[in-house]
């Protein structure tokens, strides 16, 4: 199969528009399941794509639309569509030959050979399942799909689903074209990691400010449906800029702010009423009502008033909610600021408006809470957490260094306590180093200092002996900082610090379903890595570390391991000083993972220098292969 490069974002927008272009002027059903079915297989960059939709008895799946094959009906159990059907699940598989529940029977039949698969089920109004898009043999350099794939094939399933179960087409057009207007609005808000329901609730929110503001039931009804499209112009913004943790530089925020005239380029020219209102609002909801804003410094009424609208629903629903740049803000503070911006970002009219309804604004807040936090909390409640305290390479203004914390009493390494445990670091028992480096040490004498009057048992130090070794010479020792080792704590006989020398290779029991395990780890100074085990579940933390052999020896012997840390400091340009520090670039790394022969684990990335940031994201993204790294930040919780 010839490889095919992925889609870019303008690309992606174009094929949506050519395809939706093509879709408006279909009468028949039939004609707009096989457009939709070329625009599933062009957006994911398969091979094929298949219809399927389930039959009135419900026993039976059939082919709708199939490139490639004739007509085809199996049992509703059968195969894997079958199970995506039953199980009302989206499925992505790799290599379907090592899925019992691929039904080899089509190929034999047609010589036609499958290997990677994408299935997501399709309901009607009433959430009844009514067949299934399938998307087969990625064309990409990696052959396997991803999620990105499955959310840009979402936008032809929710078509496709519509289309299928509409009574009436020009009723079908309209309805479904709101839907593939809030999906690309979501898929938009996606990229930069924010959720679906943040669509949602800005959309209803601009219905209520529409409303009361003496706008029409009608208009008001297509500002909602068209607000999703806010942000669709970060589609063609770089990741590692939309998605970077810390402040935009001059050059970062010139380029984020494209993003409004880059939304209203891509929709200005439809005939719809519904794009036509979208356009409006991704260019002008980031205008403020003083003049200060942009792309076209438009102050006043002189502002289109959905962008007035759509700009105080966005920054409302905006602070309330977690970003990959910060926390939200609390709802005494985020009214404040709107009170403050009354007549400077936003329209007075509209601010008055806004307090005098705010219940409703808090109502609909709590009716579409972010579904991804939600869903996660669900999927993970069987699961192991660890909260991320510090994931950098270095300190820096919002950058904490190495710390994880197991559970209350135990933390492996003690680069970020203090910041982002306060008081609660006063309950710390076990401090688990991975070796002497000050980065990975340095709140052991902040939270003794802060904190001293509140603990009542010794901080119990632990780590290889050369690592004690350090510490007790060069930093606790009386001179750098006082030896707490031969000071008692006010509220018990016990002193304020002792050293345990750990073993490598031995599990230490620290709870009834908890052990620790520590192994070697190639660093300039004696280091290790940890295997934290809970629930017969393991993650693995190297911390620093150049070469990665012990690490895979380690996950090749427990199987348990399907969570793994690594370090990645310095770009790849900086590789001499990396391999003489004993570091990683993300070359280098993923060089080094080459061996792992269990390629079925998840794999986050930490220590990065803030510093490079930005290039390092985006060399993890060109040197990552097969694999799906994450990237950790300060207060992250990892789940395994």
Known sequence: MQYEKSLNAQEILELIFTYLTKISSLRKHDE????????????????????????????????KIAHGIDAIELDIHSGIVGASIEQQEKIIIDDVHKDHRFNPEIDKKTGYITKSMMVIPMFDNEDTIIGAFQVINSKSESGIFDQRDMQRLMLATTYAAETLVSAQLTQEIDETQR?????????????????????????????????????????AELLKQASPMHDIGKVAIPDAILNKPGRFNDAERKIMNTHAELGYHMIKNSHRALLQTAAIVAYEHHEKWDGTGYPNKKSGENIHIYGRITALADVFDALGSDRVYKKAWDDQRILNLLQEERGKHFDPKLIDIFFKNIDKFYSIRDKFKDTYVEEKQEEDHNKNKIKILGAYGTKAKGFGTSSFLLDKKNVIDAGNLLNTLDEESAYIENIWLTHSHLDHIADIAYILDNYFELRTKSLNVIGQKKTIEAIQKYYL?????????????????????????????????????????????????????????????????????FSLKSMIDAIEKDKSIKTIVVECSFPSKMEKLAKESKHLTPKLLFEMLKPLENNDITLYINHIKPSYLDVIIEEIEQFRGIWQPKILKDEDFLTF
């Open 477 to 545: 020792n009386d001179i750098i900082w006082p030896d707490f080792s031969k000071i008692k704590l006010t509220n018990t006989s016990e002193y304020a610090v002792k050293y345990t020398v750990l073993d490598l290779g031995v599990d230490y029991k620290i709870g009834s379903d908890k052990s620790i395990r520590a192994f070697k780890t190639d660093h300039t100074v004696e280091s290790c890595g940890y295997i934290y085990k809970k629930n017969e579940n393991a993650i693995l933390i190297t911390a620093d570390t």
């Open 32 to 63: 707009i399941i096989e457009v939709l079915a070329n625009m599933g297989r062009a957006l994911t960059n398969a091979d094929r794509c298949t219809v399927w939709v389930v039959s009135d008895n419900r026993k039976k799946i059939w082919t």
């Open 179 to 219: 839907e593939v207007v809030f999906t690309m609005g979501a898929i938009g808000e996606s990229r930069s990691k924010e959720t679906g329901n943040h669509v949602k609730r800005v959309a209803e929110y601009s219905k209520i400010l529409a409303l009361a503001y003496g706008l029409s039931e009608d208009e």
